[in-house]
């Protein structure tokens, strides 16, 4: 039976938030539309969709003839896309092997307010932490951002804020 490698993507803007393989594209999408597991990046992005009316579109990669085989590809698939700066919800983006580098280009409007690009390139850090600290409260996107701007995932953050925020963290990292 042969093996599909494919991509969860944003159905408006194609942004892809995750790989996976799966012998039956029909049931694995199901379970990934009914899956509730707490604490699960790629559960709550597909809840937010959801809350917005939208569901996941899901797009077959390849079609390997083996278990191993389709493995091996997935993996190829995540780092491409970590390269390409995707921010993925699976397990594996926050290994330090997939650390992707951010584009050397800013989003930024102003000199009062920054990116998550700006964030990547300032502190070195991946656009899946961006998001983590996001998703804990430490991070606090301006509530002014756009509804266009939020849905391409183009969040703009105080300046002083971020650098406040961030800069006691590595402090407190440094300390231990």
């Given at each position: 039976?042969p093996e599909y490698v494919?991509?969860?993507?944003?159905?408006?803007?194609?942004?892809?938030?995750?790989?996976?393989?799966?012998?039956?594209?029909?049931?694995?999408?199901?379970?990934?539309?009914?899956?509730?597991?707490?604490?699960?990046?790629?559960?709550?992005?597909?809840?937010?969709?959801?809350?917005?009316?939208?569901?996941?579109?899901?797009?077959?990669?390849?079609?390997?003839?083996?278990?191993?085989?389709?493995?091996?590809?997935?993996?190829?698939?995540?780092?491409?896309?970590?390269?390409?700066?995707?921010?993925?919800?699976?397990?594996?983006?926050?290994?330090?092997?997939?650390?992707?580098?951010?584009?050397?280009?800013t989003n930024s409007q102003?000199?009062?307010?920054?990116?998550?690009?700006?964030?990547?390139?300032?502190?070195?850090?991946?656009?899946?932490?961006?998001?983590?600290?996001?998703?804990?409260?430490?991070?606090?996107?301006?509530?002014?951002?756009?509804?266009?701007?939020?849905?391409?995932?183009?969040?703009?953050?105080?300046?002083?804020?971020?650098?406040?925020?961030?800069?006691?963290?590595?402090?407190?990292?440094?300390?231990?």
């Open positions: 039976m494919y991509v969860l993507a944003h159905p408006l803007t194609e942004e892809v938030g995750y790989v996976g393989i799966t012998n039956n594209l029909y049931l694995r999408f199901k379970a990934h539309l009914e899956d509730r597991s707490p604490k699960n990046a790629k559960v709550n992005w597909i809840k937010n969709l959801k809350r917005e009316g939208l569901i996941p579109s899901l797009r077959v990669l390849e079609c390997p003839n083996t278990l191993e085989s389709a493995e091996e590809r997935e993996r190829y698939w995540i780092r491409y896309y970590l390269d390409q700066g995707a921010c993925l919800t699976n397990t594996l983006c926050t290994a330090p092997q997939y650390k992707h580098t951010a584009p050397q280009t102003s000199n009062e307010t920054m990116s998550v690009i700006d964030i990547m390139q300032k502190y070195d850090v991946s656009r899946m932490t961006v998001y983590r600290r996001i998703k804990e409260g430490v991070l606090i996107p301006i509530a002014s951002t756009s509804l266009a701007l939020r849905r391409q995932h183009k969040l703009l953050f105080h300046r002083k804020d971020v650098e406040q925020l961030l800069n006691k963290e590595i402090e407190l990292a440094s300390a231990s």
